[in-house]
Nanobody
């Protein structure tokens, strides 16, 4: 079971960026997937999760209305569409899953992590 996050880079505030979490070794279509991020000097935090304890997608308050999580089953991937990013969204973004359905979109509920992708929001 492996996950690989990609799509990061430098984006201007107000632009858009599309992150992809591709899975190998398992079919991702009904699995719980979480997007997390970690900024320098800060703890890793849940940004958005899908198919965990609550069936409704979870979004961190600060990204609601700007980020959207979705599945691309044809590519066995989960997408995080980042619209109108802000400088405070700058971080390394990771995706994660767990064979046991997580109860919440928190780091301790996910045990399989992919390598992160750097997102830098700057003009």
């Amino acid at each position: 079971v492996q996950l690989q996050a990609s799509g990061g880079g430098l984006v201007q505030p107000g632009g858009s960026l599309r992150l992809s979490c591709a899975a190998s070794g398992f079919i991702l279509d009904s699995s719980a997937i979480g997007w997390f991020r970690q900024a320098p000097g800060k703890e890793r935090e849940g940004v958005s999760c899908i198919n965990f304890g609550d069936n409704s997608p979870y979004y961190l308050d600060s990204v609601k209305g700007r980020f959207t999580i979705s599945r691309d089953n044809a590519k066995n991937a989960v997408i995080l569409q980042m619209n109108s990013p802000k400088p405070e969204d700058t971080a390394v973004y990771y995706c994660a899953t767990d064979v046991v359905t997580p109860r919440s979109c928190t780091v301790d509920e996910f045990n399989t992590w992919g390598r992160g992708t750097q997102v830098t929001v700057s003009s």
